[in-house]
């Protein structure tokens, strides 16, 4: 019985070496897509999630390998045998999380965003917005909002959509909340919003830097 989340910062930083030898991890589509992006940090975080995916795996079920996993029709991924194992995914800009839980789950890890005023309207509900452009860090806040959005989106499996602004997560200030019969824990830490939502109540969030997990063991043995 497993239900964490699994957070890595500074994963702009990793090395070309150090992601070479987490990559040995990850399955081979996996790597695919990986390689296709254009950006390099968008291929790092691709990759270090995935590796979060491995670490929590091994850490949490004695597992040395990542299972076959498959997608919803809104791109949520699930393994398609080890249906008792749930997780999600997510990255920003240098940070990425992995969440694991006995039922379903989203997890959504965010920095700060920028200009927030060209893109408030589409995704905040009145009443968010508010609270956002009277905010002495509007763009903090707004990252809070949306982490929320974010993991309650993909808990459910739906995905992201053009009714974001509905939503209205404004009453909701305490670090733990119920909404929709579903429990959010959200933290701030080293720069980033973490928000975890299940039917479970998951308030164990492991925060550290991405090379504290690459160099917590020898991992060799699993390659």
């Known amino acids: 019985m497993s239900n964490i989340v699994y957070c890595a910062v500074n994963s702009d930083l990793i090395s070309d070496a150090e992601l070479n030898n987490i990559s040995s991890?990850?399955?081979?589509?996996?790597?695919?897509?990986?390689?296709?992006?254009?950006?390099?940090?968008?291929?790092?975080?691709?990759?270090?999630?995935?590796?979060?995916?491995?670490?929590?795996?091994?850490?949490?079920?004695?597992?040395?390998?990542?299972?076959?996993?498959?997608?919803?029709?809104?791109?949520?991924?699930?393994?398609?045998?080890?249906?008792?194992?749930?997780?999600?995914?997510?990255?920003?800009?240098?940070?990425?999380?992995?969440?694991?839980?006995?039922?379903?789950?989203?997890?959504?890890?965010?920095?700060?965003?920028?200009?927030?005023?060209?893109i408030v309207d589409l995704s905040m509900s009145p009443n968010e917005k508010d609270k956002i452009m009277g905010s002495e860090e509007p763009d903090l806040l707004f990252a809070r909002y949306w982490s929320i959005k974010e993991a309650y989106m993909k808990c459910l499996g739906c995905g992201l959509n053009d009714k974001l602004s509905e939503l209205d997560f404004s009453l909701f200030q305490n670090s733990h909340f119920i909404y929709d019969n579903l429990i959010f824990n959200t933290k701030y830490s080293r720069n980033v919003w973490i928000t975890v939502c299940s039917a479970i109540d998951i308030r164990k969030i492991v925060i550290a830097d991405i090379r504290d997990y690459i160099y917590s063991q020898d991992w060799t043995s699993l390659i």
Do not use: T
């Open 25 to 118: 991890f990850l399955p081979d589509d996996r790597l695919k897509k990986a390689e296709g992006y254009s950006k390099d940090i968008d291929r790092k975080n691709c990759i270090a999630a995935y590796f979060m995916l491995f670490y929590g795996l091994n850490k949490e079920y004695s597992m040395g390998w990542i299972p076959n996993i498959s997608y919803n029709a809104y791109k949520k991924p699930f393994f398609v045998k080890e249906k008792h194992i749930k997780f999600n995914l997510s990255h920003c800009d240098n940070s990425v999380c992995c969440g694991f839980s006995d039922s379903k789950i989203g997890v959504d890890i965010q920095s700060k965003v920028h200009e927030v005023d060209s």
